[in-house]
């Protein structure tokens, strides 16, 4: 597996800011111009962020819940190398990822589907992302596939500092097949 450029339903979009002489101001969320992007509306239900030191790999993460996790994600601090691996089974992209730099210089936020895996890598000290879940978080649905799985061959920047017992020991992506 590799990367590809395009996964549907993935979209990269950033938000203006404003820049004075105390620093930027930027609203990263509005439902509805999210929703002009998608191409509908969408609730969220929980929102999350973590602090990550440079070199961490965390994900890659997704729901098995019924209603599936769509998730909004956008950088604070710092720059992440955020990986988005499509985990639906009939689509053309199945098993393909998408890698994005995000900083808060560059204001993206990515919005990323129900049915897709996510991930990424700190690639500075401090690196900070946010992030909103149309589901909440159910450790009964949560899943997660590897990091280094070499049949989707994710291209990490650089060599992983940290990286948690959980994503470690997770399945291939072979096992999540079956």
Request: proline fraction near 4%; charge should be negative; hydrophobic fraction near 35%.
């Amino acid at each position: 597996m590799n990367q590809v450029s395009k996964i549907e339903g993935v979209e990269l979009f950033a938000k203006k800011s404003i820049k004075d002489n105390r620093g930027y101001f930027r609203e990263w969320f509005s439902a509805s111009d999210l929703a002009q992007v998608i191409g509908q509306e969408i609730k969220f239900e929980q929102g999350n962020f973590s602090l990550s030191k440079k070199g961490t790999v965390r994900g890659i993460h997704f729901s098995r819940s019924s209603q599936g996790q769509a998730k909004l994600v956008t950088c604070l601090t710092g720059k992440l190398w955020d990986v988005v691996v499509d985990l639906r089974r009939n689509s053309p992209t199945f098993g393909k990822w998408v890698a994005f730099e995000i900083t808060p210089e560059n204001g993206y936020s990515i919005f990323i589907p129900a049915g897709l895996g996510h991930g990424f890598q700190a690639l500075e000290e401090d690196s900070t992302i946010t992030y909103l879940l149309s589901s909440r978080y159910d450790p009964s649905t949560e899943s997660t596939i590897h990091p280094f799985d070499e049949n989707l061959a994710i291209n990490w920047p650089m060599p992983a500092t940290f990286v948690s017992e959980r994503d470690m020991s997770a399945p291939s992506f072979l096992d999540f097949q079956n």
